[in-house]
């Protein structure tokens, strides 16, 4: 026990004290929260900054006026000028850009926007939303109805779907479960990929470089193989665990980088931008979800997916040479179920409870990943209970038998052993 | 005393006998040659001294005691013929970590490293990385980590190769130096030139078999085939006669061997008796070189291999 954390301890600081460490540990996250807060950022910002649009209204659609609630866009109408004339002088006026109707259009027409650089889609956009709307309250004027009530006549309905507990204490919303679902899904599939396949790197490296008889001349193979996977597990463990003080650290200091912000997310009901209500609603929705129950689930189910994975890498890690090809050989079978596990996670974050997701998240090969695909749903005591235990189960299985295929594959060279081999020497004493 | 007794040893792998029915003993303190030709079963037997292969049947005896892995690996140093190092590591806390994973603490193992680094002029070396060495200094290197913990039974498996005649001297001094301060030592290789060198005592073995064990000096005394070394200015007539078949007639001296029934006296006489002066007279014993090749070819059906590598 004491050799296996001397290996542990060696194979985890190499790891960790490494600039690429560093790099993905502090980075991902950071670059996350940048997106994030350049998110707000624009959200907040977007409505400070007044755009000033001149119009030369040859054709006098809209009578000298249009009508604007929406206070980030303000139009001036000038007179006498024409759009070449005007071209020179509208930013000595002071105006962003400026809009041109000539005398002959109608309604159905392009109008046509100049600026010195391109105007932004959301500028565009805003504006056509603008001038349709006073164009429409026009016409309808003149048809003799009300704009306001025809309005309301055409109100669309739509839905958002909230998860509520049974006391109804609880609320969420299923785009942010199944966004969370999928995202720990991803995670942990890419998790046990990663830190699987260094676990294979790391054998075969101590076999081709010969290390492995010297030290296998004073630690059984198997305290080997064992502090190798599990120092390589405490890097993957480490990592998970900055990334979860990170985002909480970054939570918490929302509100002091941003105090407006948290200000219209307080009263996101009613008039507040679409950007700003959904990061209001996405904020509530995940501090609405089983946050400590979905950490500690992802921790046994990446604990027991990395413990078996690693363990069938570090076999094959050790049957195979440095050849690249042959490696490939061995390891496609072992992706497999983990790419299937994949798929089936795909499929199940979009139905939790069909029997195709039930199947996969009891199947110890694919239960990690499946599992935490429907992680934010209801799932049976059964169902948990089962899927752990077959996991636990098949880690000491594997570990069981892989740990004597290593034994024997760390210090073969040269030909590289049969299937046939392997489940032979996988059975022997 | 006997640090290591090894009796009927056996071991086999799924189609041939890597090793069949060993048996030999290595005094304490003694430099113990473990010769044969590539493929012989030294690797193996080695592996089952060192713990790492268990044999299928026969017993290990280690200080007279039945071998146990666990227990008795501290007190053996193995390097083993294909060694490494971990590349990217530093090569002070590479030491450090493989006297670690012997058993020792952490003081103990840092008080020992710096004694052997300095010893071996290697401390300039300890934040280098080992990629960064020759491959004379990583074989340096390796032979220091081998007896850091300071084993009472050393294991070499052909410490020379890719040495250079000063390091190789190095570590030959200090393998005597070992050997002096009691510790044994098991010299593997296949350089014969070498195992006279250094060794007392001698096991070869070929195809898993034992094919000789014993004092280095009684094995040749029992392979020497009458062969003597005359110092004289001879003629050809001179050396005409039927005692004895010249092998090597020189300038100044002749290579003959006596036919069996000749006794050393009769041939002097031979000499004495035609006026001839005789400068010298001595027995050629044979090289290890030749038995160790007499031996391995006459055994059936030889294997490719290589003496001198």
Redesign the interface.
């Known amino acids: 026990m004491n050799k296996i954390s001397i290996i542990l301890s060696r194979e985890y600081f190499i790891r960790v004290k490494k600039k690429s460490f560093l790099l993905t540990t502090i980075g991902i996250p950071l670059i996350i929260m940048g997106f994030y807060a350049a998110i707000i950022y624009i959200s907040l910002s977007g409505s400070d900054e007044k755009q000033k649009i001149a119009v030369i209204d040859e054709a006098n659609l809209f009578g000298g006026k249009i009508d604007n609630h929406q206070s980030s866009i303000e139009f001036k109408f000038i007179k006498n000028e024409t759009a070449d004339s005007y071209i020179k002088k509208y930013k000595k006026d002071g105006y962003q850009s400026f809009l041109f109707i000539s005398k002959d259009s109608s309604i159905k027409d392009k109008f046509q926007l100049h600026s010195s650089s391109s105007a932004s889609l959301t500028t565009i956009e805003s504006i056509e939303s603008i001038i349709n709307k006073t164009l429409r309250a026009k016409q309808l004027l003149l048809k003799g109805v009300d704009p306001e009530e025809f309005d309301r006549m055409t109100q669309e309905a739509s839905i958002t779907n909230t998860i509520d507990s049974e006391d109804g204490s609880k609320k969420s919303f299923a785009e942010i479960s199944y966004a969370v679902s999928f995202g720990c899904g991803l995670l942990i599939y890419m998790m046990m990929v990663i830190y699987g396949t260094q676990v294979m790197r790391g054998v075969t490296e101590e076999k081709t470089n010969r290390i492995a008889e010297v030290i296998i001349s004073s630690v059984k193979p198997f305290e080997l193989m064992m502090g190798k996977i599990l120092g390589i597990g405490a890097v993957g463990l480490t990592q998970f665990a900055i990334w979860i003080v990170l985002m909480i650290l970054m939570q918490m200091s929302i509100p002091f980088i941003f105090p407006e912000f948290m200000h219209q997310v307080s009263n996101a009901s009613s008039s507040s931008s679409e950007n700003v209500t959904m990061l209001a609603n996405t904020i509530q929705g995940l501090s609405s979800l089983p946050l400590t129950k979905i950490a500690g689930s992802f921790l046994f189910y990446f604990l027991g997916g990395y413990l078996t994975y690693a363990s069938i890498f570090a076999a094959v890690g050790s049957v195979v040479s440095e050849d690249q090809q042959e490696a490939q050989q061995f390891v496609f079978p072992v992706l497999m179920p983990i790419i299937l596990g994949f798929v089936i996670m795909t499929k199940a974050v979009n139905d939790p409870n069909s029997s195709l997701a039930i199947f996969g998240s009891i199947f110890p090969l694919t239960s990690p990943i499946v599992m935490m695909g429907r992680t934010t749903y209801d799932i049976p005591f059964w169902q948990i209970a089962l899927s752990m235990l077959l996991l636990v189960a098949s880690f000491l299985f594997f570990t069981w038998i892989t740990g004597k295929i290593y034994r024997t594959g760390i210090l073969m060279y040269g030909k590289k052993p049969s299937w046939k081999e392997m489940i032979k020497w996988a059975f022997t004493k | 005393m006997n640090i290591l007794e090894l009796h009927s040893l056996k071991k086999d792998f799924s189609s041939q006998k890597a090793v069949d029915d060993i048996s030999f003993s290595i005094k304490k303190g003694s430099i113990f040659g473990l010769l044969g030709p590539n493929g012989a079963g030294k690797t193996t037997l080695l592996?089952m001294i060192?713990?790492?292969f268990h044999p299928d049947s026969g017993e290990i005896l280690f200080n007279g005691k039945k071998f146990h892995a666990?227990d008795d690996?501290i007190n053996?140093g193995?390097?083993?013929e294909?060694?490494?190092?971990?590349?990217?590591?530093k090569i002070g806390e590479h030491a450090i970590?493989?006297a670690?994973?012997?058993?020792m603490n952490k003081a103990d193992a840092m008080a020992s490293v710096k004694k052997w680094f300095v010893k071996f002029e290697m401390e300039s070396w300890w934040n280098k990385k080992v990629e960064d060495l020759s491959k004379g200094m990583s074989q340096k290197l390796?032979f220091v980590?081998t007896i850091l913990h300071n084993p009472s039974l050393i294991i070499l498996d052909e410490p020379f190769s890719g040495l250079d005649p000063v390091n190789a001297n190095i570590i030959k001094e200090e393998i005597f130096n070992l050997a002096n301060n009691g510790a044994t030592i098991i010299f593997s290789t296949h350089r014969m030139e070498q195992v006279e060198e250094i060794c007392t005592q001698i096991v070869l073995i070929n195809k898993g078999k034992k094919m000789l064990d014993g004092n280095i000096q009684d094995i040749k005394q029992d392979f020497k085939d009458n062969i003597f070394k005359i110092g004289a200015n001879l003629t050809p007539e001179q050396i005409m006669t039927p005692i004895f078949e010249v092998i090597k007639h020189e300038k100044d001296s002749v290579q003959i061997k006596l036919s069996k029934e000749t006794t050393n006296n009769e041939l002097l006489n031979y000499f004495i008796q035609q006026q001839i002066n005789i400068e010298s007279f001595n027995e050629v014993l044979p090289s290890l070189n030749d038995i160790f090749i007499k031996l391995v070819e006459n055994s059936t059906a030889t294997r490719k291999f290589n003496i001198t590598h």
């Open positions: 592996r060192t713990g790492i666990i690996i053996i193995y390097m083993p294909e060694r490494g190092l971990y590349k990217k590591m970590y493989l670690r994973l012997k058993g390796q980590t």
